[in-house]
């Protein structure tokens, strides 16, 4: 009988190893989770990981630098365990940071990786849905100051008329738990009022969170403006993605297994994280550095 190597068993944890290729879901917060929940409907077969940056959320009103900063260490994070491919399901950090990371970051230390953002499908199912050509975004600080909604729409269609909102208490508003506040309402009307003067047939929800919040904006707004939700979109266009790399998608482990990570372990982020994900979560605390 022929003997196994001395060196057997780091070969067999090797091979499993290899077996278990994840995609990797990040965003600052929780919010994130509720566009993990459609990307499992849509793709439940293969092994996800979602990273949540709670301890140091919200990234809207960070500074370029240290929002590239902290991304990078949640893509190092990810990559060490074992995930081929990430999602930053966080508008702020795929407006101020995904471009510089795929340019820059990732060619030089991941080259057989990849790290897709949230913020093109959006646009792209925008482009799709509007008919007056007039777009409203709604999304945090950062992202408003970045313009990174109107560059790649501009890309695409420079005839699109783009209107761009800052939004700085709806984070806060949802992180509370106080959705159904009736302050709520007034905060969300004076939002949108500016982008109904402006007679927009399109919104995108440009923050993760604000999921959460789209009855409301729907009621608001009326039948007659679309609403793009990432939780609807970046599903679709993942598995448009893993078909059209089907040497990425083979490497993919199918076991539909599900890990959740946190910066910060808090009964808000047990319980709101339970409430974007649709059902109970699991979570276990780590450090980024």
Known sequence: MTELPANRHAIIIHMKIQRTKKIGVFDSGFGGLDILRGIIQENGEYDYLYLGDTARTPYGTRSQEIIYE???????????????????????????????????????????KKVLGVL?????????????????????????????????????????????????????????????????????REYLQPLQKKHIDTLILGCTHYGLLESKIKKILGKDVAIISEARTVPKKLKLYLHNHSSLE???????????????????????????????INVKKITLQ
Do not use: W
């Open 250 to 280: 083979q490497t993919l482990s199918k076991k539909s297994s599900l890990l959740f990570y946190s910066t910060d372990l808090t009964e808000n982020f047990q319980t709101l994280g339970s409430m974007f994900f649709g059902k109970k």
């Open 120 to 188: 093109i499908p959006a646009v792209e199912s925008a482009l799709e849905k509007t008919i007056n050509k007039k777009v409203g975004i709604i999304a945090t600080a950062s992202t408003v100051r970045s313009c990174a909604f109107t560059k790649e729409i501009h890309k695409r269609d420079t005839s699109i008329r783009v209107y761009e909102q800052a939004c700085p208490l709806l984070v806060p508003i949802v992180e509370a738990g106080e959705k159904y506040h009736k302050a709520t309402d007034i905060i969300l």
């Open 70 to 112: 902290f991304t990078k260490q949640a893509i190092d994070f990810l990559f060490a365990k074992n995930c081929e491919l990430i999602i930053i399901a966080c508008n702020t950090a795929s407006a101020e940071a995904l471009r510089k990371i795929q340019k820059n970051y990732i060619p030089k230390k991941y080259p057989h």
